[in-house]
């Protein structure tokens, strides 16, 4: 079959296209013939070997590809729930496994899953549009709806806005919870696209005070919710633009791993400080559920096909997407 693959970790020249075994079906799991994948910042690294994704020698060739939808066309021993022709969605978390980092990937005309991380899409949600739900979602509903119990009255700010997750962290906002959103991003073409989403105020990093700007905006209150994927870059400023009970959610550290904490504002405004990885198959069940009454998208930045994964990757290197890229297959 036809798949993305690399022989070696490193820049993105690495990825070639060309072909790999058809999967092994094992009890417990399925096989699913893939229409669509959805490209996170993970595969990036898988690619490149870092921040604990290095495989041993004897894994390579290794297919990259984490979250995607398609229609099933194996099922192992032991499945019940799932049945041939089905179209579904794949939450790349296998249990200790995740799908194109630790074994192989969805970037392949077929795919192998544990069958607990597959659960059946509507017909009225695209392939594409479902490729692109798990990864960013499932963070970002822990975030601003499980641990943060965002209200309509109150308001977010969603760091990075332009990244997968910061354009599912403005729909969630604004779909379903409907709550004033403060967008945070990079430069004016990026702060467009955010209010384009329906962010209701944006703020360039660069060129602007993030505790300032949040502080004015919300006529000194501060924010009840901060969703930050980024880390490092911007965590001190976040953090001190909450408000009393404010929430601060982490679900990543694109910029880097270490902060400095105020530990007297954590208790005297009674802030709670947590974060998410991934989420329960329910939630995602939520989130298809909301996508499929058009509460929520997947913001397509672009849609690719196998040939184009390794210029998406330099460009998703280089930070300037917005958005999300999608993998067409088949
Ligand atoms: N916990 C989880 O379950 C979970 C799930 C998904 C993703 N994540 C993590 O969340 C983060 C975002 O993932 P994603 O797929 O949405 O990423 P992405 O689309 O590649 O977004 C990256 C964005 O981060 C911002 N950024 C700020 N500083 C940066 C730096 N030093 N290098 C690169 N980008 C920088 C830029 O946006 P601006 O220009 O708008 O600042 C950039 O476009 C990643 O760290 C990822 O590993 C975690």
Not at 79 to 103: A, D, E, F, W
Not at 178 to 204: W, Y
Request: hydrophobic content about 40%.
């Amino acid at each position: 079959m036809k798949a993305a693959f690399i022989r070696t970790h490193g820049d993105p020249e690495v990825i070639e296209v060309g072909e790999q075994p058809y999967p092994t079906l094992k009890a417990g799991e399925v096989i699913l013939k893939v229409h669509a994948t959805g490209l996170n910042r993970l595969e990036l690294y898988s690619r490149a070997g870092t921040r604990g994704t290095k495989l041993p020698d004897e894994s390579m060739p290794h297919i990259l590809g984490g979250e995607c939808s398609g229609e099933i066309v194996e099922i192992g021993m032991g499945v019940s729930h799932l049945s041939v022709g089905q179209r579904v969605v794949v939450n790349p978390h296998c249990g200790k496994q995740i799908l194109g980092t630790t074994r192989a990937g969805s970037n392949a005309e077929y795919v192998a899953s544990c069958a607990e991380n597959v659960i059946p899409i509507p017909d009225s949600l695209s392939f594409e549009q479902a490729a692109g739900l798990p990864t960013v979602y499932l963070p970002t509903w822990g975030i601003i709806i499980r641990e943060g119990q965002l209200q309509k009255s109150e308001t977010a700010v969603v760091l990075s806005s332009s990244s997968g997750v910061g354009t599912a962290a403005i729909q969630i906002i604004k779909g379903v919870v409907g709550a004033d959103c403060i967008a945070v991003t990079s430069s004016e073409e990026k702060i467009g696209k955010s209010l384009a989403l329906g962010a209701d105020h944006a703020i360039n990093y660069k060129t602007e005070n993030i505790k300032e700007r949040i502080l004015e905006i919300t006529n000194g209150k501060g924010a009840d919710l901060v969703v930050d994927s980024t880390g490092a870059l911007f965590f001190e400023d976040a953090y001190a633009s909450l408000a009393r009970g404010g929430r601060f959610g982490i679900c990543g550290v694109t910029a880097g791993y270490q902060s400095q904490i105020h530990l007297g504002q954590l208790f005297s405004k009674q802030l709670k400080l947590f974060g998410t990885f991934m989420g329960s198959m329910e939630e995602l069940k939520n989130i298809v559920h909301e996508a499929s009454k058009g509460n929520i998208s997947t913001h397509i930045h672009k849609l690719i096909g196998l040939e184009e994964l390794k210029d998406a990757h330099e460009e998703m290197e280089k930070s300037e997407h917005f958005g999300k890229f999608i993998v067409s297959i088949n």
